[in-house]
C-alpha cells in the first residue's frame, strides 16, 4: 500500500528555515516508526514551506519526505490555494493509494479532500469548538479555519478523531468517523534513564499560550511559595510569538520567580530532551482550557509521572484507570493549588504502573495497525 500522509513541519511553524531535519506531532512521528518496520509498506510524507528548506529525501528506507515552497500568498489568505496545488502536483507523480491530511488547523485536510485521491482527515485540534469558545473578531486565523473545518469534514471518505471528546464533536458533521488514539513515540515508552531519586519538580509542558494558561499557573506556584514549600515549575515548550502579550508577560513574570528558584522556563527540549526533563522530575500539571487530546500527557504518564491536570477534552480518556492521576474541573484552581500542597507535604512520591498502560495503550504498531483497517474500509468502498 503506498501512503500519502500531509502534516506540518513544525520548522514552518518556528520559522526555522536553517534547519535541516523535518520535526513533525507525536502521531506522524508514531506512524513513520512503525511503517519504517514495515517494507511492504510506503509512505510518502508532505509538508508545504514559505520558504526553501534543505531536507533529506528520506526519512527511511521505505519513507520519502517532500517538502513543498508555497509563496506566503497561496496560504491561508486565499484558503490554502497554493498549498492545494503544490500537494496536487506532488501526488501526480507518487501515486498514492490513500491520502490522509493531518489536522484541520493549516492546509492538511483541505489538501487531502482535493487531491483527487482516495482521502481520509485526523483531526488534531478541534478548531470550531475553540472557535465557539473564544468567539475569534471577524476574519481572524480562528475564524477562518472554523468555517473551513466545517466545510471540509463532510466531503472526505471520513475523519479519524483522537479522542472520544473530538469524535462527539465531528460525528455531525462528518459522513464517517473512527476513533484512533495517537500513538506515542518509542523514545518515551522505553524504560525511564534516570537513575535515582527524582527532583520535586513537576512539568508544565505546551505552547505558551492563552488555551495552555502558563501565567494563570504562575498564579499557584506563587501560592504554594507563600505556603512555604521547596519545589519547582518546570515549564517547556515553544514561544513562537515573542511580542505576543500573552508570552511577553509570561516571560516577565518567571524571571524573579527563577531567581527565587520555584519556577523556570526551559524552552524547547528535543524528543530526547523532554523524556530527560520528564525523567529528572516527579510530577506533572497540565491545565488547558480545552485539549482535543494532549499527547504530552501521555507522554508524562509513560514516565510514571505524577499527575495533576483539569478534567476536560481527551485529558479525561488519557487518565481512565491511570493510578496517581487527579483530575480537577478547568476553573477549580484552589482544589488544583491544595493537591499540590498535599503532594509536596507527602514527599512528592511518584506512582508506578502507569507506563505499562501507556505502552499497551499507545505502541506505535498499535497505532498503525488500526490505520491500516482504516484504509482498507475506504478503499474498499472507493471501488465498489
Known amino acids: 500500500m503506498k501512503i500519502a500522509l500531509i502534516s506540518i513541519d513544525s520548522r514552518q511553524n518556528e520559522r526555522a528555515y536553517h534547519e535541516t531535519t523535518p520535526r513533525f506531532g507525536t502521531g506522524v512521528d508514531s506512524?513513520?516508526?512503525?511503517?519504517?518496520?514495515?517494507?511492504?509498506?510506503?509512505?510518502?510524507?508532505?509538508?508545504?514551506?514559505?520558504r526553501p528548506m534543505q531536507s533529506p529525501e528520506k526519512l527511511a528506507g521505505n519513507i520519502w519526505f517532500h517538502s513543498l515552497h508555497v509563496p506566503k500568498l497561496g496560504w491561508l489568505r486565499t484558503g490554502y490555494q497554493g498549498c492545494v496545488r503544490?500537494?496536487?502536483?506532488?501526488?501526480?507523480?507518487?501515486?498514492?493509494?490513500?491520502?490522509?491530511?493531518?489536522?484541520?488547523?493549516?492546509?492538511?485536510?483541505?489538501?487531502?479532500v482535493f487531491s483527487g485521491f482516495p482521502n481520509v482527515v485526523a483531526i488534531a485540534g478541534n478548531m470550531a469548538e475553540l472557535a465557539r469558545l473564544n468567539r475569534p473578531r471577524f476574519g481572524s486565523y480562528l475564524w477562518v479555519t472554523a468555517r473551513l473545518e466545517n466545510f471540509l469534514l463532510s466531503r472526505t471518505a471520513g475523519v479519524i478523531c483522537n479522542s472520544l471528546y473530538s469524535q462527539r464533536l465531528i460525528q455531525p458533521r462528518a459522513k464517517k468517523t473512527w476513533l484512533i488514539y495517537p500513538g506515542l513515540r518509542g523514545l518515551f515508552l522505553q524504560p525511564p534513564t534516570h537513575v535515582g531519586p527524582r527532583d520535586c519538580a513537576l512539568v508544565i509542558a505546551g505552547v505558551i499560550?492563552?488555551?495552555?494558561?502558563?501565567?494563570?499557573?504562575?498564579?499557584?506556584?506563587?501560592?504554594?511559595?507563600?505556603?512555604?514549600?521547596?519545589?519547582?515549575?518546570?515549564?517547556?515548550?515553544?514561544?513562537?510569538?515573542?511580542?505576543?502579550?500573552?508570552?511577553?508577560?509570561f516571560l516577565d513574570r518567571i524571571r524573579p520567580m527563577e531567581t527565587a528558584g520555584y519556577a523556570r522556563y526551559l524552552g524547547t527540549p528535543s524528543n530526547a530532551g523532554m523524556v530527560e526533563c520528564f525523567d529528572a522530575a516527579s510530577g506533572m500539571v497540565h491545565f488547558p482550557t480545552e485539549e482535543a487530546f494532549g499527547s504530552v500527557v501521555a507522554e508524562g504518564f509513560a514516565r510514571d509521572l505524577k499527575f495533576f491536570?483539569?478534567?476536560?477534552?481527551?485529558?479525561?480518556?488519557?487518565?481512565?484507570?491511570?493510578?496517581?492521576?487527579?483530575?480537577?474541573?478547568?476553573?477549580?484552581?484552589?482544589?488544583?493549588?491544595?493537591?499540590?500542597?498535599?503532594?509536596?507535604?507527602?514527599?512528592?512520591?511518584c506512582p508506578a504502573g502507569a507506563s505499562d498502560i501507556m505502552r499497551r495503550r499507545y505502541h506505535p504498531e498499535v497505532y498503525l495497525r488500526q490505520h491500516?483497517?482504516?484504509?482498507?474500509?475506504?478503499?474498499s468502498a472507493w471501488r465498489r
Do not use: N
Not at 31 to 50: F, G, K, N, W
Open 31 to 50: 506512524m513513520i516508526e512503525a511503517v519504517a518496520a514495515m517494507p511492504e509498506l510506503e509512505l510518502h510524507v508532505l509538508s508545504c514551506t514559505q
Open 86 to 112: 503544490a500537494m496536487r502536483h506532488a501526488f501526480r507523480e507518487i501515486r498514492p493509494d490513500i491520502v490522509q491530511g493531518v489536522g484541520t488547523e493549516r492546509e492538511g485536510a483541505i489538501s487531502a
Open 209 to 249: 499560550s492563552p488555551r495552555k494558561r502558563q501565567l494563570e499557573l504562575l498564579d499557584v506556584a506563587e501560592a504554594l511559595h507563600r505556603r512555604g514549600l521547596k519545589f519547582e515549575f518546570r515549564f517547556v515548550g515553544p514561544s513562537y510569538h515573542r511580542q505576543d502579550p500573552y508570552v511577553m508577560a
Open 309 to 349: 491536570g483539569a478534567r476536560t477534552g481527551g485529558i479525561v480518556e488519557i487518565a481512565e484507570a491511570v493510578p496517581g492521576a487527579e483530575l480537577f474541573e478547568p476553573d477549580d484552581w484552589a482544589g488544583l493549588t491544595d493537591a499540590l500542597a498535599r503532594w509536596l507535604q507527602a514527599g512528592y512520591p
Open 372 to 379: 491500516l483497517q482504516v484504509y482498507q474500509e475506504v478503499l
